[in-house]
């Protein structure tokens, strides 16, 4: 059982930057793919970026590529979500997700239906 709450969102100017943290509890955060998507009022959950459990392999989506950096402190069984940059259209609800049964980042790691634990969600908002 893994249970994920994310934190850090907010308002924020265009070109400016957030830090989201998800803090995770369950022993097998460690060893899990975790994964960043985030959803737009009307829109589908679309993928951000996930990284590997050792934290040596990441894969972002390309709207992102160059402006967010995924991270992850497993000693503190936290994942991050650099954002610079941040356009207006980044504005959304950021989720955090855990992928329990794989280890290493692929390109499942970008379908919503590969992750079985979810956060609550956190807003993030991009002012104009």
């Known amino acids: 059982q893994v249970q994920l709450v994310e934190s850090g969102g907010g308002l924020v100017q265009a070109g400016g930057s957030l830090r989201l943290s998800c803090a995770a509890s369950?022993?097998?955060?460690?060893?899990?793919?975790m994964g960043w998507f985030r959803q737009a009022p009307g829109k589908e959950r679309d993928f951000v970026a996930a990284?590997?459990?050792?934290?040596?392999?990441?894969s972002y989506a390309d709207s992102v590529k160059g402006r967010f950096t995924i991270s992850r402190d497993n000693a503190k069984n936290t994942v991050y979500l650099q954002m610079n940059s941040l356009k207006p259209e980044d504005s959304a609800v950021y989720y955090c997700?855990?992928?329990?049964?794989?280890?290493?980042?692929?390109?499942?790691?970008?379908?919503?239906?590969?992750?079985?634990?979810w956060g609550q969600g956190t807003q993030v908002t991009v002012s104009s």
């Open positions: 997700a855990a992928d329990t049964s794989r280890t290493s980042v692929s390109l499942s790691s970008s379908w919503l239906g590969s992750y079985n634990y």
């Open positions: 369950g022993r097998t955060f460690s060893t899990s793919v």
């Open positions: 990284i590997s459990w050792t934290g040596a392999r990441t």
